[in-house]
């Protein structure tokens, strides 16, 4: 069934079992601009309806096997039908209990036969201007649809545009590890929310130079991709880890619990022990196998002050310690050798 603002040129259903009343409406109804589809039952007229949407229906109500109030009832029921407008026909006179069954299943009008030409016209055409004006207004309607649409798709792109630029500001591109700005964001907002619960790892690779000058570049980066996967997979939910630059990464341990100190020289001990073991590398098409190792170095929030610089610095040189020691080592700031 055709769309109501597609239809360029309204369609009228004139539905009446006797062939010459057909005929009349059919010769009355040429002076509208319409097209006049004839139904001879109200089988008939129900198929019409069907098959195409028309914008007013003139009814019978007399009619053998199915009345036009039976038409009217099914009509109705039948979604988008139960909105096209009927008009009545009748050859008697009706009482006030027939206009309001009419009414009640959906006639907005009655007339009465032999129809008086003037009013006949005179209703078709309100009608047919009704029915373009609600055309043009589905048509607006799609209108404002289809621009509300596009707005909301172009709203959607540009706020994934801006999360991508965003990721971008606060992401290093090779690992996509949290890069050092967003690493020392979290952790002020970390340290200004309880400093006793934080601490940090620094992590220097031993090795990558090694590496990175035998293998090529596309190695060395392949070696930092795969650091980041097995720390970014090493810790709790609640952890940051980032990659500073070059070969150094930053492990931000957040929400320590009261007796956190050994879990997080447990957690610093695994980082040395997980970038101990062999990496299997790919790069340029050809496989290898790199061995490195790592130092690191811990500070606790609590014990080595509640600023950024100050907390970074105790972790820093902790780790430089570690390496002076004999890399592959751990160093808790402030002690007085390696703990490993």
Same mark, same amino acid.
Request: charged share 25%.
């Given at each position: ?19 010459? &009343? ?14 006049? +589809? ?21 009814? %019978? ?30 050859? &008697? ?8 069954? *009419? ?12 129809? &008086?030409?003037?009013? !006949? ?26 621009? &509300? ?37 979290? !952790? ?22 090694? +590496? ?16 980041? *996967? ?16 070059? %070969?150094?990464?930053?492990?931000? !341990? ?42 690191? *170095? !811990? ?7 509640? *600023? ?33």
């Amino acid at each position: 069934m055709s769309d109501t603002a597609d239809t360029d040129r309204p369609s009228i259903l004139v539905v009446d079992d006797i062939h010459a &009343n057909r005929v009349a409406m059919r010769r009355l109804l040429a002076q509208v601009d319409a097209d006049i +589809v004839e139904a001879d039952s109200g089988a008939a007229a129900l198929s019409a309806c069907l098959e195409e949407q028309f914008a007013l229906i003139l009814l %019978d109500v007399q009619m053998p096997d199915m009345d036009g109030f039976e038409v009217a009832e099914l009509l109705s029921g039948q979604g988008d039908l139960s909105d096209t407008p009927v008009i009545f026909v009748t050859a &008697n006179s009706t009482d006030e209990l027939s206009h309001l069954e *009419g009414y009640r299943l959906g006639a907005v009008d009655y007339l009465t036969k032999p129809v &008086n030409e003037t009013i !006949l016209l005179a209703k078709v055409r309100a009608f047919l201007e009704l029915y373009r004006t609600r055309g043009r207004m589905q048509t607006l309607l799609r209108q404002v649809e289809d621009y &509300n649409r596009r707005l909301q798709l172009e709203v959607e792109e540009r706020k994934r545009a801006e999360a991508r630029a965003l990721h971008r500001a606060y992401h290093d591109q090779l690992t996509d590890l949290p890069n050092r700005a967003r690493f020392y964001e979290c !952790l002020e907002a970390a340290l200004t929310e309880d400093p006793a619960s934080v601490a940090l790892i620094f992590v220097d690779l031993d090795g990558f130079k090694q +590496v990175n000058d035998g293998h090529g570049h596309a190695a060395g980066d392949a070696l930092l991709v795969a650091v980041a *996967g097995r720390l970014r997979h090493g810790f709790r939910a609640e952890d940051l880890v980032a990659r500073l630059g070059g %070969d150094e990464f930053a492990v931000l !341990l957040r929400a320590l619990p009261a007796e956190g100190r050994a879990l997080a020289e447990r957690l610093a001990s695994q980082v040395v022990d997980m970038l101990g073991r062999p990496f299997r590398l790919e790069a340029e098409g050809a496989h290898l196998s790199a061995h490195i190792g790592a130092s690191a *170095g !811990l500070a606790f929030g609590a014990d080595h002050g509640s *600023g950024v610089d100050s907390l970074v610095a105790a972790a820093d040189e902790a780790m430089y310690e570690a390496k002076r020691g004999g890399k592959g080592r751990v160093r808790v700031a402030g002690a007085s050798a390696p703990d490993r």
